[in-house]
């Protein structure tokens, strides 16, 4: 799992098949030769590669796990580790990846139409169309049931009013997986860039996923066909099942960013020499830092891996994949501290990769259920209690 | 046309390699084993001659259980079957070897061409596949870096000292290539799932006559890493430059006996 096989003390390596590893590895290949040479560039003027996104089509990395429509049919760890790999690069990368897969193509081959899907699934696949899934808003954020942007039939069609936020490929998605209320609850609705109505402004002035669009959605009087209803779709719940499946990768995800700081300060701390010409990995205190990094990491691939196959199984439970997620993205993010102090100075500039994966692991601690709320979520889970409201507030 | 692709499996480039204990092989401990990338461009080159001119490519390597694996790479990117013929781990680096065992399992197969990477990473002897081709009594171009396939000949060019050199040679032939032939493509994850349904066959040695314990033609005695580098001597030139060319000369002659 590590870049380095000389460190897989636990041989996790040991546990992939042969398939799963060349998934891992071309993926790996890819990014080393596509994403990373340019990554800082970007990142830097904020830049989201659109040029990359057909090839990440022809690799099959967009709906990876699904089968249908001839797509690749990866099982649950192969489909992990091709969200570590692209998020070892960079989590916007990942972010996108998992927006196409898992918000956008999962719902539409869950609910959607035969038309739907025919008219969409290898489009999205082969990263000729991109999608995006619009559920916060700017006052609902880890509560979406509290949404204000309703659809409303008007005859056949159905008219959305409402403003959607925080929405990654919002600007540049060919099609937007909206949830709105409705008199019978909230559905899903495929709305397509140009509709009259329906328009974006990007999010400007993140020092966070800077390789990613993220992008405000605005629906006034958007008039769409019947057609455009995920005719599956019955409630909220559909909205978050998609954030499990999003949050899967998350989980996977994070273990790249955490590889990613870890190894460079592994690197760093062996090559950077103070005191008496040793290198600063002699120091006591350097040595826990990477400890603790490389404990947690293994840790956290191994939690990775038992969700993976809970997951092939069909008994994984919501609250697992919450568990993983807090705890695979606090390990990531705690890692880019520990490795930008082993960096000393050089770990604030971005000839190193550090600052980059600790700006990035701001939204990913938020988005997809904030760290926080999965702590409630485990709360919940163990004592029955939901605290996600205070005392008195309903 | 078919084609057949020589391939071998190789440290990691990025590998940190280390001498194992008997001091005449690396410490394979903490490897990764991938395909060599010198092979990369003959099978990307046999994909595109394949998908243009129909065919189909065959992959051969000759090497230890664990290179099935690089062979697995070779049908994910698109080849369509492969052969391993099991051993090697007592001939490596032996390359007149190493090509007699891949003439015996090639000399009745039907081809067009025959493509091997340059040399393979690691030994970097770049011996086999002229070995090979005189094996099979058939024309070659060594290190090529352009390649266009007619009918029943080819055009290549390679580049030597200040130029390029264009050879025509009749079909079937041999060819060895290196970078500027093409750009390999990834295994794409579809054709990385297709691959396990691929046909891989396997030989042993003695099968096609092969005895490696006997006629070795080469020996390795024993490895050793590059010396560590020591720390440089950085000489401050700003105040003095004249004194500091000085010292250089005098280094340069009697420290590094360079002059």
């Known amino acids: 799992m590590f870049i380095r096989r000389d460190i897989d003390l636990y041989s996790v390596d040991a546990l992939l098949t042969d398939e799963q590893r060349m998934v891992r590895d071309t993926t790996r290949a890819w990014v080393r030769d596509r994403v990373m040479p340019s990554i800082e560039d970007w990142a830097w003027h904020e830049r989201f590669p659109t040029e990359l996104i057909a090839e990440m089509g022809d690799l099959d990395l967009l709906g990876a796990p699904y089968s249908d429509f001839d797509l690749p049919g990866l099982d649950s760890i192969g489909y992990g580790l091709i969200n570590q790999e692209l998020e070892r690069a960079d989590s916007g990368i990942r972010s996108f990846v998992s927006v196409q897969t898992s918000l956008v193509m999962y719902p539409i081959l869950q609910w959607g139409s035969e038309e739907q899907k025919k008219r969409w699934i290898l489009e999205l696949g082969k990263g000729r169309a991109i999608g995006c899934f619009a559920l916060t808003e700017p006052d609902f954020g880890s509560n979406p049931g509290g949404m204000r942007t309703r659809a409303r039939r008007d005859g056949k069609d159905w008219i959305l009013n409402g403003e959607k936020m925080w929405i990654t490929n919002g600007g540049i998605a060919d099609i937007a997986v909206v949830w709105a209320r409705t008199d019978d609850g909230v559905r899903a609705f495929l709305v397509e860039k140009g509709a009259k109505g329906f328009s974006t402004v990007d999010q400007t002035g993140k020092y966070s996923l800077r390789v990613s669009v993220t992008s405000q959605l605005v629906f006034e009087d958007c008039r769409v066909p019947a057609s455009a209803l995920l005719p599956g779709t019955s409630g909220l719940k559909n909205a978050l099942a998609c954030l499990n499946q999003a949050r899967y990768g998350i989980a996977w995800g994070a273990l790249g960013s955490a590889m990613a700081t870890f190894e460079a300060a592994l690197d760093y701390a062996g090559a950077r020499v103070q005191f008496g010409g040793k290198p600063i990995a002699a120091h006591q205190m350097v040595q826990e830092k990477l400890a603790w990094m490389f404990d947690e990491i293994i840790k956290g691939q191994l939690l990775a891996f038992r969700m993976a196959q809970l997951k092939d199984q069909k008994k994984l439970r919501h609250e697992a994949v919450s568990m993983a997620k807090r705890n695979n993205v606090r390990v990531a993010r705690e890692c880019a501290r520990l490795a930008r102090e082993i960096h000393g100075a050089n770990g604030i500039v971005n000839e190193y990769p550090i600052m980059r994966h600790m700006m990035n692991l701001e939204t990913v601690n938020t988005y997809e259920g904030t760290h926080d709320i999965h702590t409630l979520v485990l709360g919940a889970f163990l004592t029955g209690y939901p605290a996600f409201e205070p005392p008195g507030s309903s | 046309m078919n084609c057949i692709v020589c391939v ?252």
């Open chain 2, 8 to 259: 071998t499996s190789v440290p990691d480039t990025a590998s940190v390699i280390k001498i194992g204990a008997d001091g005449n092989q690396i410490d394979e401990g903490g490897i990764k084993w991938i395909l060599s990338p010198h092979d990369e461009y003959a099978l990307e080159e046999a994909l595109k001659i394949t998908e243009a001119q129909g065919g189909e490519v065959t992959v051969v390597t000759y090497g230890p259980a664990r290179a099935e694996a690089v062979l697995r790479d070779c049908l994910a990117r698109g080849a369509h079957q492969a052969v391993h013929v099991i051993g090697g781990e007592e001939t490596l680096g032996d390359s007149f070897k190493i090509a007699q065992t891949l003439a015996a399992i090639l000399k009745d197969r039907e081809y067009g061409l025959i493509l091997v990477g340059v040399q393979s990473v690691g030994t970097d002897n770049s011996q086999v596949g002229q070995m090979l081709a005189e094996l099979l009594d058939l024309p070659h171009v060594a290190g090529i870096t352009s390649l266009e396939v007619g009918e029943g000949t080819l055009n290549a060019s390679r580049e030597v000292e200040g130029g390029k050199e264009i050879y025509e040679s009749p079909l079937p032939a041999l060819l060895t290539c290196q970078k500027g032939l093409n750009e390999p493509r990834y295994a794409a994850l579809k054709g990385i799932m297709a691959a396990k349904r691929k046909p891989v066959e396997k030989i042993e040695p003695s099968d096609i006559g092969i005895d490696e314990g006997a006629g070795a033609a080469y020996r390795l005695r024993s490895l050793s890493l590059p010396p560590e580098k020591g720390e440089g001597t950085l000489l401050q030139g700003e105040d003095d430059p004249a004194g500091a060319a000085g010292n250089l000369v005098k280094l340069l002659r009697e420290e590094a006996k360079a002059i």
